[in-house]
């Protein structure tokens, strides 16, 4: 089945509303598209319009390729998909595809960006903070949202591999003791989610059971407050509903974490709209910015996937909305770390994508072939893919009807059903917005005072987002002597190998 079939069949079926079991999805509607629109598209309203700018306004923020480090581009990537361009180190008038760059074997600290192995390829593994991979398939896993082909060619340093065989890589070298969220969100995104599979150790493995991992991995202990260990768990729960099936075993385990979570974050959340600057650990609110987009940007970005589309209109959230879209607006000109910033823009593009039309089919503007991608660019359009393979790898019980496309992105429409929320305290309504970060903060990307903003790349050993200091239960991160800042407030989220 063509990569264009596919696209559509899903476009037709996120029109289609379930009438069967509440535990069915509602809207299967696919969010991993490309984030190009015009203004005129969006309904001209002022909630609307807020959006619309806050992803302008953050878009301008440049990266520029051999400067900003590769978990950065990747960051960026996660945003803009194929949209975002690069600009050069050595001709700033000049861009490049990021997805291109990143994948054409270029080199970073003098260590390529993708490594070859025995079953494929894999991302540059953690070297030191914010540079590679900060956990086991965090490149593929943000990738993915691009919905990049699976004959898509990277470049290592010895030999030229596809998306396919790092998919392969992912399965084959999974295993137990390791943290498997963005392994998770790969594999739900490329593989059935009955998919079973041998890995190196010729250990039985499945989506299942990778789900089932994260079912039991306590929030608190996850990078970034839990954040994206519940948005790989929605996104596994998402694909798993656009088959049809109804929640059972480990799949309604997971359906039920997810709503004691939205329960709980909402119930957590500010009267000025922003999220406990505390993640799940108890009630916080900050007048600084970057703690702010840090812990606000990260909990709506996986609300924007856990969340059915019939709930994206309500109050709560819409505030929640307004104040992660207002704080990058009002806060446009301030040097900001890419991560934190990255995923705050993000939650708002899979907002628009899930509320406005014509954001369903992913826009590929690239080659396949490596050898290709010097030369004239063909039409945005999935019709440039390849056609002759299957879009993803199914299981070999799976049902041919099953068979799903490669960046599928579902999202239930099911009614969530939570407790009643515990009391939360929260600063006054008019909680003000700070624009000057404290002094300590790293500046990462600092637009000018003009625009449009251009940026300048940290120093090698800025971090790239501050969220609190780890509590005793928090993951295990690398030694502070890394850090030549010691003033700088490192996340686990690129400090774990």
């Known amino acids: 089945m063509s990569i264009e079939r596919i696209w559509i069949r899903f476009a037709v079926m996120a029109v289609m509303v379930s009438g069967t ?14 984030i190009a629109v015009t203004a005129a598209s969006v309904a001209s309203d002022p909630f609307a319009d807020q959006i619309e700018k806050a992803i302008q306004v953050t878009s301008q923020r440049r990266l520029t390729a051999g400067v900003h480090t590769p978990w950065q581009v990747v960051h960026g990537i996660l945003a803009q998909r194929w949209d975002l361009a690069l600009l050069k180190k050595d001709k700033p008038n000049e861009e490049i595809s990021a997805i291109e ?17 025995p079953y494929g390829g894999r991302g540059h593994a953690f070297t030191r903070p914010y540079a590679f991979e900060g956990h086991p398939t965090q490149f593929m896993g943000y990738m993915t949202m691009a919905n990049i082909p699976l004959e898509y060619e990277v470049k290592t340093a010895d030999k030229v591999v596809t998306i396919r065989e790092i998919i392969h890589d992912a399965k084959m070298n999974v295993h137990t003791g390791v943290e498997i969220t963005w392994t998770l969100w790969t594999l739900a995104h490329y593989e059935e989610p009955d998919a079973h599979w041998f890995n190196a150790a010729g250990e039985p493995w499945s989506i299942e059971r990778l789900v089932k991992m994260q079912v039991d991995e306590p929030v608190t202990s996850g990078a970034c407050g839990g954040c994206h260990g519940l948005f790989a768990l929605a996104y596994a729960r998402n694909m798993y509903l656009s088959t049809g099936k109804p929640l059972r075993g480990v799949w309604f385990e997971a359906d039920q974490k997810i709503k004691q979570y939205i329960a709980l974050a909402r119930a957590l959340q500010n009267a000025d709209g922003s999220f406990s ?3 799940f650990r108890g009630p916080g609110y900050s007048e600084d910015f970057a703690t702010r987009i840090t812990t606000s940007g990260h909990q709506l970005e996986w609300l924007m996937i856990a969340l059915p589309k019939s709930k994206l209109e309500e109050e709560w959230l819409r505030r929640g ?13 301030v040097a900001s770390d890419c991560g934190p910033l990255f995923h705050g823009m993000h939650a708002l593009v899979v907002y628009r994508q899930r509320t406005v039309p014509g954001y369903l089919v992913p826009k590929f503007n690239s080659h396949i072939k490596l ?4 030369k004239k660019k063909p039409a945005a359009g999935v019709a440039t893919a390849p056609t002759s393979p299957k879009a993803k790898v199914t299981a070999p019980d799976a049902p041919a009807t099953t068979t799903a496309p490669v960046g599928k992105v579902t999202v239930p429409a099911t009614p969530v059903t939570a407790p009643a929320p515990t009391p939360a305290a929260t600063p006054a309504a008019t909680a003000p917005v700070v624009t000057t970060p404290p002094a300590t903060t790293p500046a990462v990307i600092t637009p000018p005072a003009a625009t449009p903003p251009a940026a300048t790349a940290p120093a090698a050993t800025a971090a790239t987002e501050t969220p609190k200091p780890a509590s005793p239960a928090a993951p295990e991160t690398k030694p ?3 850090e030549t800042n010691p003033t700088t407030q490192v996340d686990v989220d690129a400090t774990k190998k």
């Open 371 to 374: 050898s290709e991608r010097g």
């Open 21 to 34: 079991a509440s535990l069915c999805a509602e809207d299967a509607t696919t969010v991993s598209g490309e």
């Open 101 to 117: 760059w990143i994948t054409s074997g270029v080199t970073f600290d003098g260590e390529p960006l993708w490594q070859s192995t």
């Open 321 to 333: 909305i307004a104040n992660v879209a207002r704080d990058l607006i009002n806060n446009r000109h």
């Open 277 to 279: 600057t505390d993640h």
């Open 480 to 482: 502070t002597t890394q």
